[in-house]
């Protein structure tokens, strides 16, 4: 079955900073590879995706990278704001089933 | 509201008890699920049902029962759970197959006392 691995487990930046977070997967049936942003206390939101067609897609501030060949994909977000604080879990996407990463506890400081 | 509505938002239960989460959706999607989420851990899939059969059920203790009535709406009906099984639970809905995402409901805080 797939598998996901994402790192950093917590990430801490100054607001105005970049963050990037970057998940591996293992099975190269993997075509769908959404990002979802969960706030404290809050359900998970889907904030951006990418197929596999595809290689990097960009909304505002996010975007999410993606190398096949080497079956990694990264959620970028730049200029980070207090309000991006959150847990962030990556996703891959074999057809019939979702494997997600294990989260990453991102911090914006003020 | 996303669409995905889950009541009870709160439960306290004894490990003796009987009570049923529900999840309702709105978005005529054909796939339901229920997530575990914890403390520190990632979120753990327990059960999955598409066009209301059961595709998925990966492992989990049978004092965990799930029930699918018709494309709109789930249930997970809990006995004699333990204090371990405290958590948030998340329902989710999708169109299969899944490449437009999840959208999760507010989950259920579940504490078993």
């Known amino acids: 079955g797939e598998n996901v691995e994402q790192h950093p487990s917590t990430l801490s930046v100054q607001e105005g900073d970049s963050a990037v977070i970057k998940c591996t997967y293992s099975?190269?049936?993997?075509?769908?590879f959404p990002w979802y942003k969960q706030e404290l206390g809050k359900r998970p939101q889907l904030i951006i995706d990418?197929?596999?067609?595809?290689g990097e897609k960009k909304d505002q501030r996010i975007a999410v990278t993606l190398n096949k060949t080497a079956k990694h994909f990264s959620l970028h977000i730049t200029e980070t704001q207090p309000e991006d604080s959150a847990v962030y879990f990556c996703?891959?996407?074999?057809?019939?089933?979702?494997?997600f990463g294990t989260g990453t506890k991102l911090q914006v400081i003020p | 509201e996303t669409g995905v509505t889950q009541t009870p938002r709160h439960l306290v239960m004894g490990m003796t008890n009987k009570k049923s989460l529900k999840c309702e959706q709105h978005?005529?999607?054909?796939?339901m699920y229920w997530y575990k989420q914890s403390a520190k851990k990632p979120l753990e899939l327990m059960f999955v049902?598409?066009?209301?059969?059961?595709?998925e059920n990966n492992s989990v203790p049978s004092r965990f029962s799930p029930e699918c009535p018709n494309s709109s709406h789930l249930f997970l009906h809990l006995h004699t759970l333990q204090p371990e099984d405290s958590a948030l639970y998340l329902c989710?809905?999708?169109?299969?197959?899944?490449?437009?995402?999840?959208?999760f409901g507010s989950g259920t805080r579940l504490t078993v006392v």
């Open positions: 990418i197929r596999s067609n595809v």
């Open positions: 099975d190269s049936a993997s075509n769908y």
């Open positions: 996703a891959a996407n074999p057809p019939q089933k979702v494997t």
């Open positions: 978005l005529g999607h054909n796939a």
């Open positions: 989710a809905s999708s169109q299969e197959p899944v490449n437009y995402g999840y959208t």
């Open positions: 049902y598409s066009l209301e059969e059961r595709v």
